[in-house]
């Protein structure tokens, strides 16, 4: 399932890659300053989607409107395949080659209710975004916003536009965070049928035709988060 789009390819807006919605060319607009360089301007994009877009991982859903990156730069709320999205809309918007990149993951830190949904502690297609910065790709990955962190004990993942951003595999504590496990690749654009083929095989208590557990239980991420510190901590 391997594909590395090249930079040229990479500029112009896609099916949820929408960065010629209003909403998205006018946020990047202005958060850049086009004095500041490409690499300045991706750091800039990429805080704005890490803590301006909070994590949410109950939003993961099963129709492709689900996915646009216009539509979770509306809600405020997204998780790490669409605030990916979002963050490589923002970019192209800028003038700056964008890309999505995909892999599975083993996250030991999560809550109750998510793990009696996916019955596992593998996150499969993990997003991040690779940016085209001063002649080559650099991965950044905006999931996580600075509060989710603090509460959990995580190390937020900064991003300097010239090194990889990628989960730390281990938290504050030094406990086990996060192990990467396989690659997926980068693409132009989300795969969505493929990635719905897979959540739907590994995942059926969260992804159905309906919607993620957001939709059916109603309860929020946030309290879920509060209750799984509480407990941890006790």
Not at 96 to 108: L, T
Not at 184 to 201: A, K, N
Request: proline share 6%; charged share 25%.
């Amino acid at each position: 399932m391997t594909n590395f789009p090249r930079p040229e390819e990479c500029l112009r807006p896609s099916r949820f890659i929408d960065s010629g919605h209003p909403a998205i060319t006018a946020l990047a607009g202005s958060l850049v300053d086009p004095a500041a360089g490409d690499v300045a301007n991706a750091v800039a994009l990429f805080y704005r989607v890490r803590d301006g877009i909070r994590y949410n991982p109950y939003l993961a859903g099963a129709s492709p409107a689900d996915y646009l990156a216009s539509a979770t730069l509306a809600a405020a709320e997204g998780w790490c395949v669409t605030k990916a999205l979002v963050l490589a809309a923002l970019c192209r918007a800028a003038g700056i080659p964008a890309r999505v990149g995909y892999a599975d993951v083993r996250n030991h830190l999560s809550t109750e209710r998510l793990r009696e949904a996916m019955q596992t502690d593998v996150f499969y297609f993990h997003g991040y975004t690779s940016l085209f910065l001063e002649g080559r790709w650099v991965k950044a990955t905006p999931a996580f916003n600075i509060e989710l962190c603090e509460k959990f004990g995580l190390r937020p993942l900064d991003f300097n536009g010239r090194q990889d951003s990628l989960y730390h595999a281990f938290n504050v504590a030094g406990n086990r965070h996060m192990e990467y496990l396989r690659e997926r690749g980068e693409f132009i654009d989300l795969p969505y049928e493929d990635m719905m083929t897979v959540l739907r095989e590994h995942y059926p208590r969260l992804i159905t035709a309906d919607g993620g557990p957001a939709r059916t239980h109603g309860d929020s991420w946030e309290a879920d988060v509060e209750r799984e510190v509480a407990h941890t901590t006790r």
